[in-house]
């Protein structure tokens, strides 16, 4: 069928079924919880719902009121005397039997048959407009071709972006293959599920946040961690709860707590509750250092087995996601956990996520609790606060229902038309955006407070788009700002420069030259995520103001920040202070808000892209002419470094690739070890130096690198991993190379200004614009999933060959086009 995107013109108030088949687990759960945040949604009229079933054409009972929530659930699930509930308050309801044995998933195929046959009519008697299916089961997906009526809309949520290892079977594949092509539109609850979906269809993806379970009984204080000493006996109780799989991570787990026991950490308690293969563990060497409680743990013991734990346990190897973060978050649990899939977004503020999937790094992170108390509460404190703030099932339900539009496929533009991939990508960045950014985006900011302590310093500001670790951004700002300081020095101007920077300013302090000050955004944001406010405005728009754009343009981030940006921008230039956005890039779609915004740019503010593919797409949404100059930082100037016996082959990986495309860590560690180990059997006996470019520990190229050069080590090659603790170290050490490979694009800037052969993997068509301003001294390949050490190797021998660039001309322009550009903000 082709699938049409009806949310655009079905009202969110039409009639739904919400439907799930499932027995046990978090599925039926889930669908209860949707079902009286459906009901309880505070949108919801009466009136307004009077007046669309009389509009309705199709509508064949129009008394009023009548019910826009319907439900489709399993009789015999555990919490079926919660739906009889539900029913019998007034919700419409349709059972679905299914199984209870494996050989009855067979010869109930004909109930099912029949089933699917009386709810499609009963679909059709209550005119019922959109199908929902909160969480796939296997009869449920299996019975769509029948079950759904082709003009009612499907929309399927789906939790994981595969089938977890051990669990995949040809059934769900094709229930899998069924919902996504019966779906009218999917929504999701992580970035990594999105991103993995978006490469498989072409209907909207809304992505939304899975609320807690338990939000009625949710904590309200703060846990303390118990300990042994205070004379209770008790010590702290590490839970690992739900089904034991293999790539739970259960045997690194117990691994991590024989570390912890040999090296005398304090006394816990590592309880694993569930069943599952993994249980055969229990009777091995390792299962000693555990207690087991082994068996299926009914739906009415759930809260009361989370309540027990002081730390959840995610040990996971591979995952989406994890049901039962959300329990540990009602209940104010701190979390340890892997850094794989969305979990570290899923445990932010109220855990502590390992660098890497290792019985190590594990231990160190459930060390960091058992040892600090004070970090413990905080966490705790930290998750009574997420659950606050966190969207309530309510709002789930209306943005299933479409109350908050999803992405649609972009239209058509004179730009070529973006391969799967590309929307994949560019699907998966738009997801994390909130409702917060969609109100900015359309509605001004509040009206500025009366200024205190008088007007603004009239310093020059130079706002940066991340937090330091990011060498990418240390480079623009250090440039930006002393480039501004050296002019107004020169000027003998009496005012200074500020960076204006996300995050912890200290490390800002230790770089800028002498008289650049460093304000921290924090200073002037509000809230969780740092929301801008009036005062923000305010601040930044007291004189000559510099917004370094990088990636923030397109939609990439919060809307509200992009929005603020560019109302500060108009601010200054209508006080009549310079004001300029520069440095940035545009991808070939941009989120239709963003474009909005972009084209709000009061004409006065100066505008410069960084290379000639975005400097066009700035043209065609601001309707004037934007010239492009190369990255500025490319005139970072590297810091000494002592000369090794033998120019290196330098790599830099990229950590966020994994959670981008859906693949693991493990998969981007083989790529890089299959590159080096080729090159040594090419003959290439020069070493590898594995060099990280962001440094931050949410990014995880750190322990990427280190996995990385273990890898190398295994099959041969001679390779370090380098660290650097500056930008300036980092193009030391990529200067120095012979050639260099690397998914990090400031890091090819880095490479290609040096004059060094670069070969990058790039993503979302970022890196060709900047690889185009050094000829052949560069060449670029879009990551994949599929990409061969070979093709990057033939890559590296083209640039090896090519024409010698005189890569100081191009750092040339960029001192010349900035200096014009900076100087007008200095006078």
């Not at 009984?217 to 089904?243: K, M, N």
């Not at 989370?306 to 329990?327: C, K, N, W």
């Not at 100037?637 to 981008?660: K, T, W």
């Not at 185009?772 to 599929?786: A, I």
Request: net charge negative; proline share 7%.
């Amino acid at each position: 069928m082709t699938n049409v995107d009806r949310s655009l013109t079905l009202p969110s108030e039409a009639r739904t079924l919400w439907v799930h088949w499932g027995r046990t687990g978090g599925g039926p759960r889930f669908l209860a919880d949707l079902v009286d945040g459906d009901q309880n949604r505070e949108s919801l009229q009466v009136g307004d719902a009077d007046q669309h079933v009389r509009a309705s054409a199709t509508s064949a009972v129009s008394q009023a009121p009548y019910p826009l929530s319907f439900l489709s659930y399993n009789p015999d699930a555990e919490i079926a005397p919660r739906f009889a509930a539900q029913a019998r308050g007034g919700v419409p309801a349709f059972p679905v039997p299914t199984y209870t044995s494996k050989a009855g998933v067979v010869l109930g195929l004909p109930r099912l048959l029949w089933s699917s046959f009386r709810l499609r009519r009963w679909i059709r008697q209550h005119s019922i407009e959109r199908v929902v299916c909160v969480m796939e089961s296997v009869y449920q997906s299996l019975a769509l071709p029948i079950l759904v009526p082709g003009d009612v809309e499907y929309v399927a949520c789906i939790h994981d972006g595969a089938a977890h290892p051990g669990e995949g079977s040809v059934v769900q594949s094709v229930g899998r293959h069924n919902e996504l092509r019966r779906a009218d539109r999917v929504v999701t609850f992580s970035e990594a599920v999105t991103g993995i979906l978006a490469d498989q269809v072409t209907v909207p993806i809304t992505t939304g946040d899975h609320p807690p379970f338990d939000l009625e009984d949710a904590a309200t204080e703060p846990r303390d961690l118990p300990h042994g000493t205070d004379g209770s006996g008790q010590v702290p109780v590490i839970g690992l709860f739900g089904r034991l799989q293999k790539y739970k991570g259960i045997d690194v787990a117990l691994a991590a707590m024989r570390i912890l026991t040999e090296r005398g950490a304090p006394a816990c308690e590592l309880r694993i509750i569930g069943s599952g293969p993994e249980e055969r563990l229990r009777d091995t060497a390792l299962g000693r250092y555990a207690t087991w409680d082994n068996r299926w743990i009914p739906e009415e013991e759930v809260t009361d087995v989370v309540r027990g734990f002081d730390i959840m346990l995610l040990p996971y190897t591979e995952a989406s996601q994890s049901g039962p973060v959300t329990l540990a978050l009602a209940h104010a649990v701190p979390c340890v956990a892997t850094p794989v899939g969305a979990i570290p977004d899923q445990v932010d503020g109220f855990g502590v996520v390992t660098d890497d999937v290792t019985p190590e790094a594990i231990a160190e992170g459930i060390e960091m609790l058992l040892t600090d108390p004070a970090l413990y509460r905080t966490l705790s404190s930290g998750a009574i606060g997420r659950v606050a703030e966190q969207p309530d099932w309510s709002d789930l339900a209306s943005l299933i229902r479409g109350d908050v539009q999803a992405h649609p496929t972009p239209s058509s533009s004179t730009d070529p038309v973006p391969s799967r991939r590309e929307q994949a990508v560019s699907q998966a960045k738009w997801a994390g955006q909130r409702v917060v950014g969609l109100i900015n985006s359309h509605r001004p900011l509040p009206r500025a407070r009366p200024a205190i302590g008088g007007a603004g310093t009239g310093r020059v500001r130079v706002v940066l788009p991340a937090s330091h670790g990011s060498f990418g951004d240390e480079a623009m700002g250090l440039v930006a700002a002393s480039s501004l300081q050296d002019l107004l020095s020169e000027a003998g101007a009496e005012t200074g420069v500020d960076l204006v920077v996300p995050g912890d300013a200290e490390p800002w302090r230790r770089l800028v030259p002498a008289g650049v000050g460093v304000l921290p955004l924090s200073d002037l944001t509000v809230g969780r995520g740092t929301v801008p406010t009036a005062t923000t405005v305010r601040e930044l728009a007291s004189g000559p103001l510099v917004v370094i754009g990088a990636d923030t343009l397109a939609g990439d981030y919060e809307l509200a920040l992009l929005a603020t940006r560019v109302r500060m921008l108009n601010v200054a230039a209508a006080a009549g202070h310079p004001a300029a956005l520069v440095n940035f890039s545009l991808p070939t779609t941009v989120h239709p808000a963003a474009a909005r915004i972009l084209r709000g740019l009061e004409p006065a503010v100066a505008v410069r892209a960084r290379d000639h593919l975005s400097a066009q797409r700035a043209t065609e949404i601001l309707g004037r002419t934007v010239p492009s100059t190369p990255d500025i930082a490319a005139l970072l100037p590297p810091a000494p470094r002592h000369e090794r016996s033998a120019a290196p082959v330098v790599f830099v990986p990229n950590a966020h690739l994994g959670g981008m495309y859906g693949v693991g860590t493990e998969h981007l560690v083989t790529l890089w070890r299959d590159l080096g180990h080729r090159m040594r059997e090419r003959g290439d006996d020069r070493p590898v130096e594995v060099v990280v470019h962001d440094v931050r520990d949410s990014v995880g190229d750190v322990a990427l690198g280190r996995r990385i050069v273990e890898a190398l080590a295994e099959v041969g090659v001679d390779a370090t991993l380098t660290v650097p603790a500056t930008a300036a170290e980092a193009k030391a050490a990529i200067a120095a190379a012979d050639h260099c490979v690397s998914a990090r694009m400031h890091a090819c800037v880095a490479a290609l200004s040096s004059g060094v052969p670069t070969v990058g993997i790039g993503y979302v068509g970022k890196f060709s614009g900047q690889f185009d301003w050094y000829g052949d001294l560069g060449s670029v390949l879009e990551y994949r999933p599929d990409l061969a050490a070979d093709e990057i190797l033939e890559r590296i021998a083209i640039v090896q060959g090519g024409a010698v660039t005189t890569c100081a001309s191009v750092t040339d322009l960029v001192r010349g086009d900035y200096g014009a550009l900076v100087g007008a903000v200095a006078r």
